[in-house]
């Protein structure tokens, strides 16, 4: 079984609607990430958070929003989609403290139209 | 700030040839890491190195081999007789303390490895 597991792994839907992704971990590591990938762009980082209680923005949060239900979930909200936001979304762990590696998951493919 | 920059943005190859993917960072932490990640066709994101700025032992796993100067800021990536199954986009990554200690990854843009049998 993967390590990180998120869900949807595909997804269409249409402007202005509410989505969440999920990011779940098995890895027991209490860092963890949502980055976006568009094309050219390379990663960029939306949120993170260092434990269930500890929520950081990252470089690109406007128009997102997180949950971090538990230390092996950590879900990605998009309150009311456009289509500037289609892209590849990557949830990630690490282990504290930095500079360790990242381990990622598959990755959500997101679409709206 | 800190950056990464990847100049090539795609490298095309014939099998077996020998391929260098450069990596260049900024960054004024003294203590920092560089990743490599591989991201095949099928879209997931493999790790491959890492390496702190403390250890500039060049490294070889196999095929792949990394060059870390830090005279230079370069990171470089080589994939001795490459194959196929290299074809991929190719990432490069800096972490430090610039980054607030969170641990966070800045990518560069990527580099697509075309390997033609």
């Known amino acids: 079984d993967a390590d990180v597991t998120q869900t949807p792994r595909n997804r269409i839907t249409k402007t202005g609607k509410r989505i969440m992704l999920e990011c779940s971990q098995t890895?027991?590591?209490?860092?963890m990430y949502w980055y976006r990938q568009d094309p050219g762009l390379g990663l960029r980082l939306i949120y993170y958070?260092?434990?269930?209680?500890?929520?950081n923005k990252g470089e690109i949060s406007d128009g997102y929003s997180v949950s971090r239900q538990a230390q092996a979930k950590f879900s990605l909200s998009l309150e009311s989609a456009i289509p500037n936001q289609t892209a590849l979304y990557f949830c990630a762990t690490s282990q504290t403290p930095p500079g360790y590696e990242q381990f990622f998951g598959p990755g959500t493919r997101l679409t709206v139209l | 700030a800190q950056k990464v920059t990847q100049a090539q943005t795609e490298i095309s190859v014939v099998e077996k040839e020998d391929v260098t993917l450069d990596c260049v960072y900024e960054t004024r932490d003294t203590t920092y890491y560089l990743f490599w990640y591989k991201q095949p066709p099928s879209g997931e994101l493999v790790f491959l190195i890492r390496r702190n700025s403390f250890d500039e032992q060049n490294e070889i796993s196999g095929r792949y081999s990394w060059n870390f100067q830090k005279s230079t800021s370069s990171f470089n990536f080589t994939i001795t007789a490459s194959q196929v199954v290299d074809s991929a986009v190719y990432f490069c990554a800096l972490s430090g303390r610039g980054s607030g200690n969170t641990g966070k990854l800045i990518f560069g843009q990527g580099t697509t490895l075309q390997v033609k049998p």
């Open positions: 958070s260092f434990d269930v209680k500890d929520i």
């Open positions: 890895k027991g590591h209490d860092r």
